[in-house]
């Protein structure tokens, strides 16, 4: 069983940053790959960035050269660093580990 619990979130400006936290229990974090998912009202959830264990990522077209997707093993936490921010990338942000996920954070970007 992991638990994770995102932070970070809150409502911000167009064009203004946000990081986000995931914060992981158990000691096997450092072996899985994590995603960032996020899902705005009346949407499908979507992929938004991925950290493979090795450190290696991919990245949704529409968050390529803004957000950016870390991990710190010794935390057990996962971060995304969301730059340039833009009233599409309003949603609930949720991070995925191991097939479990966590209770999601709100990101609400005004004009």
């Known amino acids: 069983q992991v638990q994770l619990v995102e932070s970070g979130g809150g409502l911000v400006q167009a064009g203004g940053s946000l990081r986000l936290s995931c914060a992981a229990s158990?000691?096997?974090?450092?072996?899985?790959?994590i995603d960032w998912y996020r899902q705005a009202p009346g949407k499908q959830r979507e992929l938004v960035a991925t950290?493979?264990?090795?450190?290696?990522?991919n990245y949704a077209d529409s968050v390529k050269g803004r957000f950016t997707i870390s991990r710190d093993n010794a935390k057990n936490t996962a971060y995304l660093q969301m730059n340039n921010l833009e009233i599409e990338d309003t949603a609930r942000y949720y991070c995925?580990?191991?097939?479990?996920w966590g209770q999601g954070t709100q990101v609400t970007v005004s004009s």
């Open positions: 950290i493979f264990s090795g450190g290696s990522t």
């Open positions: 158990g000691s096997m974090f450092r072996i899985f790959v």
């Open positions: 995925q580990l191991g097939g479990f």
